[in-house]
């Protein structure tokens, strides 16, 4: 039970890696708020795993760009559990286009999740998360490649890395901070919309000949939201089966 009686927000924690990174959270002993924008069914079943299993779980519903929505994240997480230990921003999306093809929409939402999402829970966290504290933000392995299509994505990916290490020497307070950069997994966001053949491909650019699967990368998330990762901050760890 390395997480025995932490609060640890997961944002994005509906399903995919978010929904395997608080079920394992949940596991190892941490009391874990589900934040979801638009999948309270999904959010709400993912919490009922964790209490049938004989954890504790909160389902909070807050879109990440919109900062009034965080504040009341993480004051609701405050008033139910009186703390907050660990901040996990996983919530993400990915519009793959060429540049050419990406609309002033395409942009906006991605840079207002992505990168706006995590400024504003950086921005609560500085002053509502407990000292001694965690926060592992989500990157992505393409900020190291040049896929085609991946331009906008992996520049909001980028700027979540520069946040994050600038970050981790302001907030003081014995809180860690690092990112964490997943290659290719197998969750809807990442296999949508894309063929047999170039999963097949992505998935021989490492060394393992496979995706990643969720639990990969909850495992990765585990530690680094255990006190044992405490002297890790300022990092950005790739969890890519040596892709990159």
Same mark, same amino acid.
């Given at each position: 039970?390395?997480?025995?009686?932490?609060?640890?927000?997961?944002?994005?924690?509906?399903?995919?890696?978010?929904?395997?990174?608080? *079920?394992?959270?949940?596991?190892?002993?941490?009391?874990?708020?589900?934040?979801?924008?638009?999948?309270?069914?999904?959010?709400? /079943?993912?919490?009922?795993?964790?209490?049938?299993?004989?954890?504790?779980?909160?389902?909070?519903?807050?879109?990440?760009?919109?900062?009034?929505?965080?504040?009341?994240?993480?004051?609701?997480?405050?008033?139910?559990?009186?703390?907050?230990?660990?901040?996990?921003?996983? /919530?993400?999306?990915?519009?793959?286009?060429?540049?050419?093809?990406? !609309?002033?929409?395409?942009?906006?939402?991605?840079?207002?999740?992505?990168?706006?999402?995590?400024?504003? !829970?950086?921005?609560?966290?500085?002053?509502?998360?407990?000292?001694?504290?965690?926060?592992?933000?989500?990157?992505?392995? !393409?900020?190291?490649?040049?896929?085609?299509?991946?331009?906008?994505?992996?520049?909001?990916?980028?700027?979540?890395?520069?946040?994050?290490?600038?970050?981790?020497?302001?907030?003081?307070?014995?809180?860690?901070?690092?990112?964490? #950069?997943?290659? #290719?997994?197998?969750?809807?966001?990442?296999?949508?919309?894309?063929?047999?053949?170039?999963?097949?491909? *992505?998935?021989?650019?490492?060394?393992?000949?496979?995706? #990643?699967?969720?639990?990969?990368? #909850?495992?990765?998330?585990?530690?680094?939201?255990?006190?044992?990762?405490?002297?890790?901050?300022?990092?950005?760890?790739?969890?890519?089966?040596? *892709?990159?």
């Amino acid at each position: 039970m390395k997480l025995e009686n932490k609060v640890i927000i997961v944002t994005g924690a509906s399903r995919g890696i978010g929904k395997e990174i608080a *079920l394992l959270l949940a596991e190892n002993g941490a009391k874990v708020i589900i934040n979801h924008s638009n999948s309270k069914e999904e959010a709400q /079943a993912t919490a009922d795993t964790i209490i049938k299993n004989g954890g504790e779980a909160l389902v909070v519903k807050a879109d990440v760009s919109q900062r009034n929505e965080v504040t009341q994240l993480f004051d609701k997480a405050i008033e139910v559990y009186g703390k907050i230990d660990v901040l996990v921003n996983n /919530a993400g999306i990915m519009v793959c286009k060429k540049i050419k093809d990406n !609309t002033q929409e395409d942009f906006s939402r991605q840079f207002d999740v992505n990168v706006r999402g995590i400024f504003n !829970t950086l921005q609560e966290a500085d002053s509502k998360l407990a000292d001694n504290g965690n926060i592992i933000n989500f990157s992505s392995s !393409t900020v190291k490649l040049m896929f085609p299509t991946y331009a906008l994505y992996s520049a909001s990916k980028a700027a979540v890395e520069q946040m994050t290490r600038v970050f981790s020497k302001e907030i003081g307070r014995g809180i860690s901070v690092n990112a964490l #950069a997943p290659g #290719a997994t197998e969750t809807e966001l990442f296999l949508t919309g894309k063929s047999k053949e170039t999963i097949d491909r *992505l998935s021989a650019m490492n060394a393992f000949n496979r995706l #990643a699967k969720p639990i990969d990368i #909850a495992r990765v998330v585990l530690f680094l939201a255990s006190d044992d990762s405490k002297w890790i901050s300022g990092q950005v760890i790739g969890a890519n089966g040596a *892709l990159v």
